[in-house]
Structures are given as C-alpha cells and as structure tokens.
C-alpha cells in the first residue's frame, strides 16, 4: 500500500497545535489547579458536577458538553491568569479612537500597539471583584465577549483554542474525578511573564487517589 502524504496546510496546523500548544495549555492545568485547590467551594462544585455527570465513566464528546461549572472553571482561571498576557498587533491603515476620557488618539499606519489582555482581565471597569475567582461571572450568558480575550479575537485569534479547551477540560474532568487534590501552604505564588505566565517558583500539590467521599467543602 502506498503511504499518500498530508497537505501542507493540515501538516503546518497541526505542528503548530503540538508545538505551540503544549506550553499554553500546561499552564492553563497548573493555574487551574491552583485556583480550585486554593478555593474549596468552587473545588467541592466542579467535583460534584463531574461525578454527576461522568458517573464514573472516561468523558465522551456528549458528557463533556454538559460540564458547564467544569468549563466556567477554566474560562475563570483564563480570565485571571491568561497564558499569554498580552501581544502585538500592527496598524494597517490609519485610525482615529477616542479613548474613555473623550480623547481622539491617532493611529498611523504601521503602528506597532500592545494588548494588554492581563490588564483588561482585571478592570474594574468591566469586572465586579476582578481579582476574586470566580467562574459563576461565565454562567448565565450575558458576559460580553470583547472584554474576555484569552484566546485574542478576530481571524488571527489562537488557530488552537478549541483544541486548547477541549483539551484541558477533558484533562480536568479525569484528574478531578480521580484523585484528591491539596495545595501546600507556605508556597509563594508569583505569576512569571516570559513567553507565557507561569508560576515562578513552580507549584506543589499532595495528590492521593480519591476516596469517593461525599465532597464537604
């Protein structure tokens, strides 16, 4: 049998998927993580909807869309910890804002502007309590889409953020349904920018294989 090679453009995707991919997502787990084992109530919730809707059972395409707390959970730890804090656009045309004080800010072409996403992430403009985790701010469907942007916007968004999200919800849905997690106490926490946000001094955690325990936070 002849082996018939990819397209170019299904090879160059999915290179890019692997590659790029594997750093953004491991520290969207180890924010989570963190998040959930810091906050009990939230951690006690997210346990409970797993095992009510998992019932046990490896996660498939149809259970993993009923995990809405489960999925609000990472859209939180986005919102206050985005693997890539911000980027780089460039300005292909001149442009005219007005920025919140009235003020009309000229934009030439070529211009080369930041996007803070961190910033906006924690604006009190736009989030009530911005510094508090919690994922109920993804529930109810008002949130407005412009002001959440960990994935960036437009047709140059991240190519791989629903393989991103499929990815770490099924990563999160079988970690917690399997095993007890808790945050040691005494560690520094510091968010470290390089390429992407990480912890700075790492993160630990005891692990042990879940009892089955009713979930008391």
């Not at 707390?69 to 656009?89: D, F, G, Q, W």
């Not at 930041?114 to 009190?124: A, D, G, T």
């Not at 499929?166 to 390089?194: C, N, W, Y």
Request: a neutral charge; charged letters at 20%; glycine letters at 4%.
């Amino acid at each position: 049998m002849q082996r018939e090679s990819l397209p170019s453009n299904v090879l160059l995707r999915t290179a890019v998927e692997l590659m790029a991919g594997h750093e953004t997502t491991s520290n969207l787990m180890t924010w989570t993580l963190y998040h959930l084992t810091t906050n009990p109530n939230v951690y006690c919730q997210c346990q409970q909807e797993i095992d009510t809707i998992l019932k046990g059972q490896l996660p498939t395409s149809e259970t993993l869309s009923k995990l809405v707390y489960t999925e609000a959970v990472l859209k939180e730890s986005l919102r206050l910890h985005p693997p890539v804090a911000n980027i780089v656009r460039t300005a292909i045309e001149d442009n005219t804002i007005i920025d919140q004080n009235g003020k009309q800010i000229h934009i030439k072409k070529g211009t080369d502007i930041l996007l803070n996403f961190f910033m906006l992430h924690h604006s009190e403009k736009y989030w009530t309590n911005p510094w508090t985790f919690d994922p109920r701010r993804f529930l109810d469907g008002t949130l407005e889409p412009s002001i959440f942007l960990p994935f960036s916007a437009g047709p140059r968004s991240c190519i791989g953020q629903n393989f991103a999200m499929l990815e770490a919800k099924i990563m999160l849905s079988m970690i917690v349904q399997r095993f007890d997690l808790e945050f040691v106490e005494g560690q520094k926490i510091v968010p470290d920018v390089t390429i992407t946000m990480r912890p700075k001094y790492g993160l630990f955690m005891r692990i042990k294989l879940r009892n089955q325990a009713e979930c008391i936070p």
